[in-house]
């Protein structure tokens, strides 16, 4: 569904190396244990150039998961983010996706891994819709997992580390199975959590409601964005508990991510969720986000940092 477009560069630590020469060894700490950090951004073309979206704020997350797992990247925010922004001026890519990932690499054998590098990684390559053709107009069918969202204090689910997204994996591929597109995960507490690299948005009864950060779901910087442009158009989102059931009886889903940007959800286990058609306060707020990140309106936020084309 969503193979890989090849660019030209990758940057690893302070260098520009050709997108085929990225390679680690089999045996480097990340493949055998997940031990890597990484984030997903986009860039969108813009009437004024590429722009990427609220860059600083995914280097910043970055940084924070780096710091949960004690993993010390070498390399400031500002550095990343002037790394960014030439990685797609050199790659002469418009909108796309940016990968950028801090691991451990090769060298030591066991768990301490004292001894495997720290390396840090950009990629970049043009990606479309991340949810397949028509997702964002028409919404996805979902489902609830049978695999729920690890308890907090496990796994450190504010942080974005890879190996964490073998949960992720689980609960998309049960769904793919299943004739679902995607996933909804529930908390141990049996409450709504996210999807599988997504937050999610409930519509009930005219009002806005998304799961308050428990421990169990990443603080998404799109679900940030959206509940920021939903205040400016007179649309309250509450953080708070969400029963499943409140889910089949909702007037509208929607789910945000980096990727999934703002995708309907038109039925959640095959049950409709209001007519079945995109709802007006979900494409109210798709509107406003799409418009944002592809330069439609202002940058009133100073949430899009323009390619420099010079670079
Ligand atoms: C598990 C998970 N939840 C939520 C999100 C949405 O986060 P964002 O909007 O920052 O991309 C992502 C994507 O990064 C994710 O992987």
Not at 5 to 26: N, R, V, Y
Not at 183 to 192: F, H, K, T, Y
């Amino acid at each position: 569904m969503a193979a890989i477009t090849e660019s030209e560069w990758i940057w690893k630590d302070g260098q520009l190396i050709p997108w085929h020469q990225a390679q680690l060894h089999l045996l480097s700490t990340a493949v055998q244990f997940g031990t890597s950090m990484f984030e997903g951004i986009r860039c969108y073309d813009t009437p004024e150039g590429p722009a990427i979206f609220r860059l600083h704020e995914h280097l910043r997350r970055l940084q924070d998961s780096c710091r949960v797992f004690g993993l010390e990247s070498p390399h400031d925010i500002a550095t990343l983010a002037a790394a960014c922004l030439s990685l797609v001026a050199k790659n002469k890519l418009g909108s796309c996706y940016l990968r950028p990932m801090v691991l451990l690499g090769y060298g030591g054998a066991g768990l301490s891994a004292e001894e495997s590098p720290i390396e840090t990684y950009i990629a970049a390559w043009p990606w479309g819709t991340y949810l397949g053709e028509g997702a964002l107009e028409k919404g996805v069918d979902a489902c609830i997992s049978s695999w729920q969202r690890a308890h907090p204090n496990t796994y450190p689910l504010m942080a974005k580390a890879g190996g964490q997204y073998l949960n992720s994996q689980l609960m998309k591929w049960e769904a793919l199975r299943n004739g679902y597109q995607e996933a909804i995960g529930l908390s141990p507490s049996g409450l709504v959590s996210e999807g599988t690299g997504m937050n999610i948005f409930v519509v009930w009864r005219g009002r806005c409601f998304t799961p308050a950060l428990d421990g169990t779901l990443l603080p998404g910087i799109t679900a940030d964005s959206v509940m920021q442009l939903a205040r400016e158009i007179g649309i309250d989102i509450e953080p708070r508990q969400i029963p499943r059931e409140m889910l089949y009886g909702a007037d509208e889903i929607f789910f945000t991510g980096t990727a999934a940007e703002l995708t309907p959800v038109a039925s959640v286990d095959r049950c409709q969720i209001g007519s079945g058609r995109t709802g007006p306060i979900t494409k109210a707020l798709q509107q406003q986000y799409l418009d944002y990140v592809k330069g439609k309106v202002e940058d009133r936020h100073g949430w899009r940092t323009l390619v420099p084309s010079a670079l």
